[in-house]
T-cell receptor
Framework: EAQVTQNPRYLITVTGKKLTVTCSQN?????MSWYRQDPGLGLRQIYY???????DKGDVPEGYKVSRKEKRNFPLILESPSPNQTSLYFC?????????????FGPGTRLTVT | LAKTTQPISMDSYEGQEVNITCSHN???????ITWYQQFPSQGPRFIIQ???TKVTNEVASLFIPADRKSSTLSLPRVSLSDTAVYYC????????????FGSGTRLSIRP
């Protein structure tokens, strides 16, 4: 089944404790992206990647890191989480180079930083 | 990236046709218009995409006038399960870049 998976789905952590949220897709998509969603602010893009070893900042990259060493994986790293990073995070992927730029989203990771 | 403007919320009743309009006055020549649907605590789901005139699939229709400065998502005969947030996005996706979702339209369907 074609899908985007994220782990963990729920995470409660403390300020400053490094964490990684994994994202994996099995559709051989070039493009992958991370979003955060907060009440009243909609979906905001954190980072995106057009292919292996190619990443770029979205609208809200501060406090986050990403890497794209393999085509299927795009982990989101919070080196020193802070309470303002408490949010619902989504990973997404899509094909490039054609008009049907349909993004497939993962199930989401709800992160709480205390 | 073209900025989009949508109504914050809309209400309708089961069985009605619902039209959600999105304004994108600064749309560029190579931009496509894409609509997503999102249920609470789930990732957005692609609904439909178009460049001009009319596009129809099994879920919805997308109407785009000749000047392309707006678009209308049409949901025929809605049901309670169509209650969701709907996002209009505009961008040149073939070159891949930042994607901006905007605030979306919260659609509530009543029995």
């Amino acid at each position: 089944e074609a899908q985007v998976t994220q782990n963990p789905r729920y995470l409660i952590t403390v300020t400053g404790k490094k964490l990684t949220v994994t994202c994996s897709q099995n559709m051989n998509h070039e493009y992958m992206s991370w979003y955060r969603q907060d009440p009243g602010l909609g979906l905001r893009q954190i980072y995106y990647s057009m292919n292996v070893e190619v990443t770029d900042k979205g609208d809200v990259p501060e406090g986050y890191k990403v890497s794209r060493k393999e085509k299927r994986n795009f982990p989101l790293i919070l080196e020193s989480p802070s309470p303002n990073q408490t949010s619902l995070y989504f990973c997404a992927s899509s094909l490039l180079g054609q008009p049907s730029y349909e993004q497939y989203f993962g199930p989401g990771t709800r992160l709480t930083v205390t | 990236l073209a900025k989009t403007t949508q109504p914050i919320s809309m209400d309708s009743y089961e069985g009605q046709e619902v039209n959600i309009t999105c304004s994108h006055n600064n749309i560029a020549t190579n931009d496509y218009i894409t609509w997503y649907q999102q249920f609470p605590s789930q990732g957005p789901r692609f609904i439909i995409q178009g460049y001009k005139t009319k596009v129809t699939n099994e879920v919805a229709s997308l109407f785009i006038p000749a000047d392309r400065k707006s678009s209308t998502l049409s949901l025929p005969r809605v049901s309670l399960s169509d209650t969701a947030v709907y996002y209009c996005l505009v961008g040149e996706y073939s070159s891949a870049s930042k994607i901006i979702f905007g605030s979306g339209t919260r659609l509530s369907i009543r029995p």
